[in-house]
């Protein structure tokens, strides 16, 4: 079945530093892949999101690759800010079962420090 | 605005009693989605529904029942057979075409 495996966390950070949370996959078939955000007491907020191979989804300087070949989609952001403190989850479409519904990983909470 | 709403924000259960989980969206979306959050875990499928008076269980459905008799709401009861139900539950749609999903702000529901 689907599965979606992320780094575990909290990844802690000082304010400007470089961001890089690992998700990688295992799907049937070839899956969309998205980044959610979600803040302390709310649900989730979509991120970015990529539909196809070698897509590169991007929002809010937060970017991630589409990697077919290493099944990966690895979160980036070049200067993080207090305000990026949140829990991230990498998920993917159940495109093949036909619920469509999103199958995610366990999450990354980040932590950045003034 | 658009959007969907979960109520109440925490709910508190006693023992052998069922309670309720209110969704409702205004997107207009067809397919609506129940999931389960527990502490340092990632989201679980409890039920989903893609059109109105139709629904399927996911991965978790034991202890939980959902109806859909209209499009813009889908409420879940907990039951007395879910015997671990503390945990922050998110209700989600999709419009028809599209992959991604919107969420509601979830309910925590605790065990007195």
């Known amino acids: 079945g689907n599965s979606v495996t992320q780094m575990e966390g909290p990844v802690t950070l000082s304010e400007e530093a470089f961001l890089t949370i690992n998700c990688t996959y295992t799907a049937t078939g070839y899956p969309s892949l998205f980044w959610y955000v979600q803040y302390p007491g709310e649900g989730l907020q979509l991120l970015l999101k990529?539909?196809?191979?070698?897509d590169k989804g991007s929002n809010k300087g937060f970017e991630a690759t589409y990697r077919k070949e290493t099944t990966s989609f690895h979160l980036e952001k070049g200067s993080v800010q207090v305000s990026d403190s949140a829990v991230y989850f990498c998920a993917l479409s159940d495109r093949d079962t036909g619920r469509r519904a999103l199958t995610f990983g366990s999450g990354t909470r980040l932590q950045v420090q003034p | 605005d658009g959007g969907i709403t979960q109520s109440p924000k925490y709910l508190f259960r006693k023992e052998g009693q069922n309670v309720t989980l209110s969704c409702e969206q205004n997107l207009n979306h067809d397919a609506m989605y129940w999931y389960r959050q527990d502490p340092g875990q990632g989201l679980r499928l409890i039920y989903y529904s893609q059109i109105v008076n139709d629904f399927q269980k996911g991965d978790i459905a034991e202890g939980y029942s959902v109806s859909r008799e209209k499009k813009e709401s889908f409420p879940l009861t907990v039951t007395s057979a879910q015997k671990n139900p503390t945990a922050f539950y998110l209700c989600a749609s999709r419009s028809t075409g599209d992959e991604k999903l919107f969420f509601g702000s979830g309910t925590q529901l605790s065990v007195l």
């Open positions: 990529a539909t196809k191979a070698d």
